[in-house]
């Protein structure tokens, strides 16, 4: 009997992870018990899953949850740009100061077991940790030099995550996820959100606004690809990562005209014609400064898998998410 | 009159600071007051400025200090790589946390001020947040990957100053500065205390241990040079920065065989014949993880200057440091 922990357990991510989970298993551990850690959980949540409620502020509850001793430990849990950037302490406090806690909660119960407790610690960082200028696709070899509150959170997180390791006291690993996309539900605040909404928006028969170019570029993956992303991680020889404990992920590099010419091919015509372009100048601002394209050798020599393409991106949305 | 803080101001570079703004100021500023701030201060510390003796973990004589609203902040305060790899806990409180406090209480004064007061924040970061593999010459563009904990504590520190910066709370730019050497004094438990030990002790009549081979390259500045980069960083036009604000900075990049040779012409055989072969494979396999050399054109472009050569870095600790 494996136990998994998942803070963030009850957003997105979390539950397809956990969907993931309870389908496919997790080899090579035979019996999963998942605790699902989050502020709250919707009416539609996973069931056999033990859901709890809690703040990552909460210093005795992460304790709590660090002296099950679960074997693995995925940290999903964050606000998201947007939210970070309007409020700084917020940011900080919910972003960064909680993974420290978390390592030290995991380390005291490593310390207490002698040493024989050693827990993966899967962590959800993101391609923000990179900033502006970029030569190209970018290497694994890249600096992270951030141009946001949030990738600075994320990139702290990842040097915490990494020394901890590197220490022996869990055995972690970081992901730069690439934007998520087709997101399922409302649009929401961060800047990233219209890659979402001009597919998804278009598909359930509403009108989509478009705030950029169309010859802007960015980097995804869908829900489905990062929750195998996770479920990788979980159980891959670290070792092979050779003291480098933060990745680079495959993904899907393609234009926003490339992203119409997709639904064009997978839903119609009568999709596209529901985007409409509406100029942000701020938007544009932001999403000028995000990466493009990566190469991501590592991860995929590491046995990391993207979508096939944007198309396939858009199928996923439909076979998974999409209620007609 | 300009305010200077010094956070570490009674340790070897802090004196070495002090001594330079006494004696040449830092135009544009007309007159300076001067406040170090340390554990302690030794006897024949530099008398003109206003030292004060506190713990970097005292958050309210952070406090206290920023209160003063300095228009420039040294913060040189530090453990060393082989103590906060030996005291995991004591690494992350004097080498992070009260980096954040800082931060924090600069902020304070800031908002305080309606956005008035933006401090220049100068933070001695260090080559130990790189980590091999390296491929040749490390380029501006390379990551950080830290294998110490020193190193994960300076990359994080770098990374919260870059982005209260970037927020327009300081005004901050953190300096990796290469290993200084000659350092006076003696030897210390630093793993790279050695680089500095054997031009030293052979110059001072001493028998000095080599502990690796001598085909060990190293990147190295001088305590002078140190200096002039604190200072010409005080008053750089920090627009320039391009929002990037970690910056490597110019050095020397040489050989044992090579310092060795420098030592023969500025000294001479007898300090040669000083140097004993000791093989040490602790340091080795340490010191095979460092960065060799630098390609740091930013830095140079910005008008850092690094010394001449390793002749030079002997000279300059015949003309400043050697007492006969």
């Not at 940790?129 to 946001?148: C, H, K, M, R, Y």
């Not at 680079?248 to 997978?266: F, K, Y």
Request: with cysteine; aromatic share 8%; net charge negative.
């Amino acid at each position: 009997m494996a136990k998994i922990l998942i803070l963030g357990g009850g957003g997105m991510i979390g539950q397809k992870l956990i969907s993931k989970l309870l389908n496919e298993g997790l080899a090579p551990y035979r019996e999963l018990d998942i605790v699902a850690f989050d502020l709250g959980f919707a009416p539609d949540a996973l069931a056999g899953v033990q859901n709890i409620r809690g703040s990552l502020t909460d210093e005795a509850a992460l304790r709590q949850l660090c002296a099950q001793r679960p074997d693995v430990v995925f940290h999903l849990a964050s606000i998201v740009s947007g939210e970070a950037e309007e409020n700084f302490d917020k940011g900080w406090d919910i972003n960064m100061f909680p993974t420290w806690t978390l390592l030290q909660a995991l380390r005291a119960e490593h310390l207490a077991s002698k040493g024989v407790y050693v827990p993966r610690v899967i962590f959800t960082s993101s391609i923000a940790v990179f900033g502006g200028p970029f030569e190209g696709e970018i290497s694994d070899n890249f600096l992270s030099a951030p141009q946001t509150s949030y990738g600075s959170q994320k990139a702290i997180c990842e040097l915490m995550l990494s020394d901890f390791s590197r220490k022996g006291f869990v055995d972690g690993l970081s992901l730069r996820l690439p934007t998520i996309c087709v997101r399922p539900g409302k649009p929401n605040l961060a800047a990233s959100s219209f890659f979402s909404g001009i597919i998804r928006e278009p598909i359930n028969g509403e009108t989509a606004y478009l705030p950029v170019d169309d010859q802007v570029q960015h980097w995804f993956a869908s829900p489905k690809a990062a929750a195998a992303f996770l479920t990788h991680a979980a159980t891959l020889e670290s070792a092979a990562l050779m003291g480098r404990r933060a990745l680079n992920l495959p993904g899907v590099s393609c234009t926003v005209a490339e992203q119409i010419e997709s639904l064009r091919r997978v839903v119609g015509q009568k999709a596209v014609d529901l985007i409409i372009s509406r100029p942000d100048p701020l938007v544009e601002r932001i999403v000028s400064g995000w990466p493009r394209a990566f190469d991501p050798k590592r991860a995929i020599a590491l046995g990391f898998c993207a979508d096939v393409d944007f198309d396939a991106i858009i199928q996923t949305y439909l076979d998974e998410d999409f209620r007609p």
